[in-house]
């Protein structure tokens, strides 16, 4: 995605300014958005402006919006409601994290009828005030280290395909015998590329990347990385939650000065099902695939597509019927449900 970039380099906000309002659903999904605000660009899911600086630095609007994407091809049918649901998850996440002192993050504020960074001249265009409720994230800019940071409690996806290969993951050696999605003994760094648009990030050892960005650096990364999904995996227990697998991105925040901060700060989403593998604990059995609240069940649709010939995994996706969007939605809203309250 594209929200790549924003960071608080102040101490953490009152809770007032991580408010999420969830209001009456809009009319219609949030496809696109069309504000007249400068340094529009767009990835699979969020829309990103660029808003006029504060005391804090530069900042920017994040708008997640209904787009879904899959196989790095954008679905042409929007999930209603995903944008709200990612948004209101994420923050979450990051309030918790910075409330435990874990690692300071780019939110500064979620409330997009705020005039001193949304002015009514923004919109001009189709979108209106009401269209962002819900799904609008104001955060500091920032340099984005480009590395993924991806950290692995059980074993699935590139993973598991790496280790029936070789015995190891991103050059980490993994004990002989491991099954799919058992549980690691404990959690474990596998960085990756971050690729433009419409590429694949591609998994890289923990050597390569300090080769890439410094050794500093990602030592740095790789310790607050399995501090936080610690945090979240303990509190996804607790809730009768997995979390198999995350993915972060960290950066230097953007001051007043135009200089950057010497600390890396989380940026980006948190700890949703577009960037995590979630599964019930209830249901949970080593061996196989598990089921999942993530888009594995868009995904398990796709393929049935690609079986049949009816889809190449190519841009343009196809059209998404009824139901599968209903349980796509449903999925997510059910891990907001159970990880924040309903």
């Not at 958005?33 to 990835?43: M, N, Q, Y």
């Not at 196989?71 to 923050?91: A, C, N, Q, W």
């Not at 230097?252 to 010497?262: K, L, N, V, W, Y």
């Not at 089921?291 to 998404?320: I, N």
């Amino acid at each position: 995605t594209c929200s790549r970039a924003g960071l608080v380099e102040a101490g953490v906000p009152s809770p007032m300014s991580y408010a999420c309002p969830m209001a009456a659903p809009t009319p219609r999904p949030v496809v696109a958005t069309d504000l007249a605000l400068p340094g529009k660009r767009s990835g699979k899911v969020r829309d990103v402006y660029d808003l006029p600086p504060d005391g804090g630095g530069p900042r920017l609007l994040i708008v997640a919006t209904d787009r879904i994407s899959a196989f790095d091809v954008v679905m042409p049918t929007p999930i209603d409601g995903k944008g709200r649901l990612l948004t209101e998850l994420s923050t979450f996440w990051l309030r918790l994290i910075e409330q435990r002192g874990v690692c300071k993050t780019h939110l500064i504020s979620t409330d997009p009828s705020d005039a001193s960074a949304l002015p009514e001249s923004a919109f001009r265009g189709s979108t209106t005030r009401a269209d962002l409720v819900g799904r609008s994230t104001i955060a500091r800019k920032a340099r984005v280290i480009p590395i993924e940071c991806v950290v692995r409690g059980y074993l699935e996806g590139s993973g598991w395909k790496e280790y029936q290969q070789t015995g190891r993951v991103c050059g980490v050696s993994l004990p002989p015998g491991l099954r799919q999605c058992d549980r690691l003994p404990q959690p474990i760094f596998t960085p990756a590329t971050k690729e433009e648009f419409g590429k694949h990030d591609e998994n890289i050892t923990f050597e390569k990347a300090c080769a890439l960005v410094g050794a500093p650096i990602m030592e740095k990364l790789r310790a607050l990385s399995i501090a936080i999904y610690s945090l979240a995996a303990e509190h996804a227990s607790r809730h009768g939650i997995l979390l198999a697998d995350t993915k972060f991105e960290f950066g230097f925040p953007i001051g007043a000065d135009g200089r950057e901060g010497t600390k890396p700060i989380l940026v980006d989403e948190a700890l949703t099902p577009d960037s995590s593998r979630f599964w019930p604990a209830d249901r949970y059995t080593p061996g196989g695939p598990q089921p999942s609240f993530d888009k594995q069940f868009l995904r398990e649709y796709l393929e049935t597509l690609v079986a049949k010939g009816a889809w190449g995994k190519q841009a343009p996706g196809p059209d998404l019927p009824p139901e599968v969007v209903a349980r796509t939605v449903d999925k997510y809203r059910r891990a907001r449900d159970l990880l924040v309250g309903a």
